[in-house]
């Protein structure tokens, strides 16, 4: 049985990447509103992954016995001033991300419990890989500046991202 205190802090976790989810989910609705559905799918892919993480806690938390307690999950913001603007929130967002799975991990070592320290391994390289990805896109957005046919051409391989669920 896990701790109340890990307890606690999963099911805060829960939370935040459920906002995560909305946060990109909203993102992607804006950049489909200014004519980049390429980057929209990218983003709602994102939303996607953000979920399979909430589920990943939740299922974690239920197998060692805890219990789930979802709270409201915060508003995102609706309006955006544009695609460079998104990416540095998106990746301003992982880092935070990644300090929050960073806490979980300090608490597990904490509480000397191996198996939520063995499970949350995934969740720090798999942030490791989040801002990476976050990183790459700004900095092709920097690249392709204000050309048009840049954008054009990112927003078609953007558009390539498919989901896949994690293991
Ligand atoms: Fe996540
Ligand atoms: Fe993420």
Same mark, same amino acid.
């Given at each position: 049985?896990?701790?109340?205190?890990? /307890?606690?802090?999963? #099911?805060?976790?829960? #939370?935040?990447?459920?906002?995560?989810?909305?946060?990109? @989910?909203?993102?992607?609705?804006?950049?489909? $509103?200014?004519?980049?559905?390429? @980057?929209?799918?990218? =983003? $709602?892919?994102?939303?996607?992954?953000?979920?399979?993480?909430?589920?990943?806690?939740?299922?974690?938390? *239920?197998? $060692? /016995?805890?219990?789930?307690?979802? !709270?409201?999950?915060?508003?995102?913001?609706?309006? @955006?001033?544009?695609? /460079?603007?998104?990416?540095?929130?998106?990746?301003?967002?992982? /880092?935070?991300?990644?300090?929050?799975?960073? #806490?979980? =991990?300090?608490?597990?070592? !904490?509480? #000397?419990?191996?198996?939520?320290?063995?499970? &949350? !391994?995934? @969740?720090?390289?798999?942030?490791?890989?989040?801002?990476?990805?976050?990183?790459?896109?700004?900095?092709? &957005?920097? *690249?392709?500046?204000?050309?048009? !046919?840049?954008?054009?051409? *990112?927003?078609?391989?953007?558009?390539? $991202?498919?989901?896949?669920?994690?293991?």
């Amino acid at each position: 049985m896990i701790s109340s205190k890990l /307890q606690d802090a999963i #099911n805060e976790q829960i #939370n935040k990447e459920l906002y995560s989810e909305y946060l990109y @989910f909203s993102m992607a609705a804006y950049l489909e $509103r200014i004519g980049l559905p390429g @980057f929209s799918i990218f =983003m $709602r892919v994102q939303a996607q992954e953000e979920h399979a993480h909430a589920v990943k806690f939740y299922d974690y938390l *239920l197998e $060692r /016995q805890g219990k789930i307690v979802l !709270k409201a999950i915060d508003a995102p913001e609706v309006d @955006f001033e544009s695609p /460079q603007e998104i990416f540095e929130k998106t990746y301003e967002h992982e /880092q935070y991300v990644t300090g929050l799975i960073n #806490n979980l =991990m300090t608490i597990s070592i !904490k509480e #000397n419990d191996y198996a939520a320290q063995s499970f &949350l !391994k995934w @969740f720090i390289d798999e942030q490791v890989e989040e801002e990476a990805s976050m990183d790459k896109v700004l900095a092709q &957005l920097k *690249l392709v500046s204000d050309d048009g !046919k840049g954008m054009y051409l *990112l927003d078609k391989e953007l558009g390539t $991202r498919v989901f896949t669920p994690p293991v």
